[in-house]
């Protein structure tokens, strides 16, 4: 286990490559290389990088569409994320999801999820096996506020809280589902309150401090390894930039971003290793690296040969009976 | 009271005829024998006269439709009456003849009928004649139809469709085909047929007829065939004689050729005879036909009693009815009932050939070119003229010896006119 | 051969796959304590106790989605609908979720699951519980679907669909679990693959394509027009995802002629897909145009005469083969 201050240098890192990943994904957007949706989630990365510290390998994470900042720190390579917006053969779903659809099953990341509130089920799933083979892994599943309002959300909570699966429901509350702020879509503003009714633990806290964010969530995910059944924690959060890149954000105010904006997870982090003795120059070198890392990506992911009409058609089915179109039939 | 007035039948053998011209116009008064239009029929372009008195209130059929006898073509009634009734009425008749009236409904109404009522449609007659289509030229058939007439080489345009809308199934194509349906003849050069396909034209009703009657000859009569050479000094002057003596008619060759064959039958009535359904027919009168050639085909006036009149009535009779014939005015009874028939190519240089017979005429004379030929007379080689004339006959009533014995008899008419005043 | 019924060989192939593989369970509304709503699952229960056997809350999108993150992470869940009907508060799960994420993950998440349960009307339900769902499934790239009519093929079928590695909707037929026909002996193992149609009964007149319960009625109008000299060939696709078209074409080549039967409302779905097809590979062979044979397009009635009128009967079946064959 790292010292205190060499695990923080580690977050801090996870925390800048996601920025620095997305920053060059909205410029590559604006180039036109990246098509679609894509949701950003400059703002955020303290919840992906704390929670993905809290976990081990065998443990699975179950993630909504605004997936690049928990891919990256469950520690896929930036330049599979970069290939896979740019729709890529080589991108970590080799050009068959995109933004939304990330996946990197050698990293236990089980997906971005395009539907709202439709993963949270398949995720207490995930969490069955686990229970059913008794593998001691547990599962975590991300979503937003906007999430705990649909069918798909209490039905997953209703059956892990039942079953007292594995599973860490971690809602990431930033405030808007997509446009609209909390106080228009839920009558209550404690959304721990909603998994009471399913029998499972609760919390609450701000996820601002990369440190808060691991320790609390490590504590469900403990919870859950030693068989005292699922928890559901409510993140508070915020995103610097529009729900997707086609979102200008006009629902809120600019002297709102701005004040949100002294919470920044990244400048509280770097504010801390400051204070623990971390110096410029460490800090310097962690950007450099990252910002190299990120450049390779784009270039690489630049180079690469673009998605094959062989993998859609193959990776439909896992069961090969032969061409099933035409078009299939004529390669 | 108005009626609805359906096509006459206007020759003995018409199944369909052309309307080629409406004379009279709707809102014309119309008395008993008014020519009401022209159809074109088998024989000819026939005057379509008016059996009733009135007023034509509405012509049902265009200028140019083929229609069966019967199929109704106008209403004729009083001024100002209510036909639409009667207009219905020979919507709902429309194309069919009078015993016909309910199968042929389904020839114009066949759009309207459900799928899963195939209307059994008269049968296909057994001549050539091709199966009307309710659709006009587009022939419907099943793709396993098209694909079998593709692979047996049938013209699916002579097949008969009992589906709906008329459409050709298996089972139509199966029948033509066990009913030796003819295969599409295989173009000769069919590779120059593809290089430059051939312009397609309608056959006139005309055209039709000919096909129908001469291709029922040449299968069902057995042809055969005696030639002779005639020394035609004799006829070469006797006919300048005539024409001598005449003011401002003249006579021909082929006049003085009919008049000869015709005399030569009343002396040899033998040769003037017909098959008909298993009997022979001694004909007690020599009625000449005459083949004319005209605009698309060939017509047969005939000269009536041609043995008992003179070659100058002879020659204008057959001038007259050659005119008429050009301008499609014969009477369908100026064209039946001949006993003989002559054809004369002669005009245009052919020396002798063998000509279709007219039935149910037992025999043909075809006439070759005059030409000067050497003659031996008295002993001499001297310039002379001659022609050939080949007798086709009937076999089933004219022997061998019986044509050859008629021949010897022509001869002698031609070769010494004079001998005809016997 | 034995005979059993219907609901016996699902049964059957449920408990042959749990005994061969650990990873197989049966998740859903009473099939375990209860037995069954339809008597499927009974004894199962005792046999595999309730780690294996499932009894659900009311919940089709919560164990759907279950079943599709287990299958995605290694096991091989039966998810039963108690009846197809309540598979609509499912949908997203099968469609976005099942169907997708093999191919959406580039190839890299298998979800070997089974849908499964009784489809088509029953007797009398009304509209909201008498759907044949095979419009709506077989529609989408991504699943097997699988309509049995006979307890072999049921039960062979099944066995395939539980071993099979990607999702499969299995479409059992409602009025069909007491159904009795030969199954083979239980120590001969049969499974019966994906894609191949059998053919019900041999004739030259006319090809009759016919799946789920409606097979019984084109089986019986076979009956009723051989009488009359019209023999028609039914065949039985089996699987409508993928379709066995080589079979329907090879019949359709010798025949000539087609009707296609089906469960479902006539606007699209698997009757109109097969009849698209075999219009495409065996148009040069057809001497009429193909007939179809489904309900009639209005909500299921409850009044037992209306339900009897809109589904496929077999003077339905019987005038579409005469108007097929011209004959009166």
Not at chain 3, 60 to 87: C, K, Q, Y
């Amino acid at each position: 286990m790292a010292s205190g201050r060499d695990a923080l240098l580690e977050h801090y890192r996870a925390m800048y490559l996601i920025r620095r990943f997305e920053e060059e994904a909205a410029r590559a957007y604006a180039q036109g290389k990246i098509g679609g949706f894509l949701h950003l989630y400059i703002g955020q990365e303290a919840i992906a990088v704390g929670a993905a510290a809290a976990l081990r390998e065998g443990d699975q994470v179950f993630q909504t569409y605004r997936d690049h900042g928990i891919s990256l720190a469950l520690g896929m390579s930036a330049e599979k994320g970069m290939a896979e917006l740019m729709g890529k053969d080589t991108g970590c779903s080799r050009g068959m999801g995109g933004s939304m659809h990330f996946f990197d099953k050698e990293h236990g990341f089980m997906g971005g999820w395009g539907i709202v509130g439709g993963h949270v089920a398949v995720a207490a799933g995930a969490a069955f096996k686990s229970k059913y083979l008794g593998d001691e892994n547990v599962t975590l599943c991300f979503f937003g506020e906007g999430a705990t309002n649909i069918g798909g959300f209490h039905e997953g909570l209703s059956l892990a809280g039942l079953w007292k699966l594995p599973i860490v429901f971690i809602c990431e509350n930033n405030q808007y589902a997509m446009g609209t702020p909390m106080k228009r879509t839920s009558a209550i503003s404690d959304l721990t309150l909603k998994a009471q009714g399913y029998g499972m633990h609760g919390d609450r806290f701000e996820g601002y401090d990369v440190k808060v964010v691991h320790e609390r969530v490590k504590q469900a995910v403990d919870r859950a390894r030693k068989g005292e059944g699922p928890t559901f924690i409510e993140i508070e959060t915020y995103r610097f930039r529009g729900h997707s890149m086609s979102d200008p954000a006009k629902y809120r105010s600019r002297a709102e971003l701005e004040e949100r904006k002294k919470k920044d997870p990244l400048v509280i982090t770097k504010d801390q290793l400051q204070q623990a003795g971390a110096t410029i120059e460490d800090l310097d070198n962690i950007e450099i690296q990252v910002e190299e890392a990120v450049k390779a990506a784009v270039k690489a992911a630049d180079d690469a040969e673009p998605a094959k009409e062989s993998v859609m058609f193959d990776s439909v089915m896992a069961t090969k009976l032969g061409p099933q179109n035409r078009e299939e039939a004529a390669r | 009271m108005a009626k609805i007035v359906g096509l006459p039948k206007l020759s003995p053998t018409m199944e369909e005829g052309t309307l080629a011209k409406w004379v009279a116009k709707e809102g014309d008064t119309i008395d008993v024998d008014d020519l009401l239009a022209e159809v074109e029929t088998d024989k000819a372009t026939m005057e379509f006269r008016s059996f009733d008195k009135g007023v034509l209130l509405k012509i049902l059929a265009e200028e140019g439709e083929t229609l069966e006898p019967d199929t109704p073509v106008a209403i004729i009634g009083e001024k100002g009456e209510d036909i639409a009734a009667l207009i219905e009425e020979a919507k709902s008749a429309g194309g069919g003849g009078s015993e016909s009236k309910s199968e042929s409904k389904s020839d114009s109404k066949s759009e309207s009928e459900s799928e899963s009522e195939p209307k059994s449609e008269p049968e296909p007659k057994a001549e050539t004649q091709k199966p009307k289509r309710p659709s006009g030229d587009r022939i419907f058939a099943s793709p396993l139809v098209r694909k079998t007439a593709r692979e047996e080489d049938v013209d699916l345009a002579d097949v008969k469709g009992s589906g709906p809308h008329g459409r050709i199934i298996k089972r139509d194509l199966d029948a033509y085909l066990e009913g030796g349906g003819a295969k599409r003849q295989a173009p000769s050069g069919g590779s120059g047929w593809e290089r430059k396909p051939p312009v397609v034209e309608k056959a006139s009703q005309m055209r039709k007829a000919i096909a129908r009657r001469l291709t029922e000859s040449k299968q069902t009569v057995p042809h055969f065939y005696l030639t002779i050479d005639v020394d035609a000094s004799g006829l070469v002057a006797t006919r300048k004689e005539m024409n001598a003596n005449l003011v401002d008619e003249k006579v021909s060759f082929n006049d003085l050729v009919i008049k000869a064959a015709a005399m030569a039958l009343r002396r040899f009535p033998r040769a003037n005879a017909s098959w008909v359904d298993g009997e022979i027919h001694w004909h007690q009168v020599v009625d000449i036909s005459v083949a004319v050639a005209v605009q698309d085909g060939l017509v047969t006036p005939v000269v009536r009693d041609a043995d008992r009149k003179g070659v100058l009535a002879i020659s204008m009779e057959v001038r007259e009815l050659a005119a008429r014939a050009r301008d499609k005015k014969l009477k369908p009874e100026e064209m039946q009932n001949g006993t003989f028939s002559i054809s004369n190519l002669g005009m245009y240089g052919v020396q002798e050939f063998a000509a279709v017979i007219n039935p149910p005429e037992g025999a043909l004379l075809a006439v070759g070119a005059l030409r000067d030929a050497p003659t031996v007379r008295d002993g001499q080689l001297v310039a002379g003229k001659k022609m050939k004339v080949t007798l086709s006959c009937d076999h089933r009533v004219v022997d061998g010896a019986v044509g050859a014995q008629y021949l010897q008899h022509l001869q002698r008419f031609l070769e010494t006119p004079s001998t005809m005043l016997l | 051969m034995r005979e059993i019924r219907y609901r016996e060989a699902v049964r059957e192939a449920i408990r042959e796959e749990m005994e061969a593989d650990e990873r197989v369970f049966l998740m859903g509304e009473e099939v375990g304590h209860y037995q069954g709503a339809y008597k499927v699952s009974e004894g199962l229960l005792s046999q595999f106790g309730e780690k294996r056997v499932i009894d659900t809350p009311i919940a089709e999108a919560g164990f759907a989605g279950i079943g599709i993150g287990a299958a995605m992470t290694g096991l091989r869940p039966i998810i039963e609908f108690m009846t197809w009907n309540f598979s609509f508060v499912a949908f997203d799960q099968i469609i976005s979720n099942a169907a997708k994420i093999r191919q959406m993950s580039g190839g890299t998440f298998d979800v070997p699951i089974v849908f499964r349960g009784p489809n088509g009307a029953a007797k009398q339900v009304a509209s909201q519980h008498s759907h044949s769902v095979d419009p709506f499934y077989t529609n989408i790239p991504g699943i097997f679907v699988v309509m049995p009519a006979t307890p072999r093929d049921a039960k062979g079928l099944l066995k395939t669909a539980i071993r099979c590695q990607d999702p499969v909707i299995f479409l059992e037929g409602e009025t069909l679990y007491n159904v009795k026909g030969e199954v083979p002996e239980l120590d001969e193992e049969e499974l019966i693959p994906f894609g191949k149609g059998r053919i019900g009964r041999e004739g030259k007149d006319c090809t009759i394509v016919a799946f789920g319960r409606p097979y019984y009625e084109a089986m019986q109008a076979a009956e009723k027009l051989a009488a009359d000299g019209i023999e028609c060939e039914i065949v039985d696709p089996r699987t409508l995802r993928p379709l066995d078209i080589e079979l329907l074409v090879e019949s359709v080549k010798k025949t000539h002629r087609c009707v296609v039967v089906h469960e479902h409302w006539p606007y699209g779905g698997p009757g109109a897909e097969i009849v698209d097809q075999i219009q495409r590979e065996a148009f040069d062979w057809l001497d009429a145009p193909i007939h179809r044979v489904g309900s009639l397009d209005v909500p299921m009635p409850y009044a037992s005469n209306l339900e009897n009128f809109v589904l496929p009967t077999v003077e339905r079946i019987s005038d579409a083969v005469r108007r097929v064959s011209y004959a009166k």
